[in-house]
């Protein structure tokens, strides 16, 4: 039997928690905006960026110039949505392997979480070591997915640091392809003849109790 203390709770009830305002769904990527905490699903709030530097809710200026270099993913508000909503984590896992296969591309593999020093105070950005080399010669059909994995390898990154790569003020998505990129920024995007891009690393330490 429940204790006094306990309760089903309808999911109805939680819903309004768990909503992206801009889509009406549920959340995929949980992704909150650090000035005003307000939360949207990342593609959502990406797009919404691409035309606007304030919060689709509270109508905040997020940045004046860049607006994408404050949000970070929720993984916690994330977890708990998969865990009240049923089946949505696995259908979101099969869109993105059929939008990956669909096009001939390798499915990317969740990162396995790693133990990380136990460390105080707020989230920091850490600016990423500089690479020998200041540019790679790789396939326009390469994916920002890809470019992570080669920044992971080639600084040895744990697991649990979230890498962002940016290019002029856009956030990029796992699953843009370099040839995208430089054909939707345009000639903003590019120096030399090279496609710029830029990274910054987030480091989250653990919560000491």
Same mark, same amino acid.
């Given at each position: ?11 109805? #009830? ?32 990406? +797009? ?23 949000? +970070? ?15 949505? #984590? ?46 790679? +010669? ?72």
């Amino acid at each position: 039997t429940l204790s006094k203390r306990a309760r089903m709770i309808n999911l109805a #009830e939680l819903t309004p928690y768990i909503l992206c305002s801009i889509c009406k769904g549920y959340f995929i990527d949980a992704t909150t905006i650090t000035e005003c905490l307000h939360t949207f699903c990342k593609s959502c709030i990406v +797009r919404h960026f691409y035309y606007s530097n304030r919060c689709p809710k509270c109508n905040i200026v997020v940045h004046q110039t860049q607006p994408l270099y404050n949000i +970070r993913l929720d993984r916690q508000l994330q977890d708990i949505v998969y865990k009240l909503v049923v089946n949505l #984590e696995e259908r979101e896992k099969k869109q993105m392997h059929d939008f990956y296969k669909e096009r001939g591309l390798e499915v990317p593999k969740p990162a396995v979480p790693q133990p990380v020093p136990v460390s105080r105070g707020r989230p920091r950005k850490v600016l990423g070591s500089p690479l020998e080399k200041k540019f790679v +010669r790789v396939s326009g059909e390469a994916t920002i997915g890809h470019v992570e994995k080669f920044l992971r390898r080639k600084m040895d990154l744990d697991p649990t640091c979230q890498v962002d790569i940016i290019c002029g003020d856009h956030l990029l998505e796992h699953y843009q392809t370099l040839r995208e990129i430089r054909q939707a920024i345009g000639e903003s995007a590019v120096q030399d003849g090279l496609l710029v891009l830029h990274y910054g690393l987030v480091v989250s330490p653990l919560t000491v109790t």
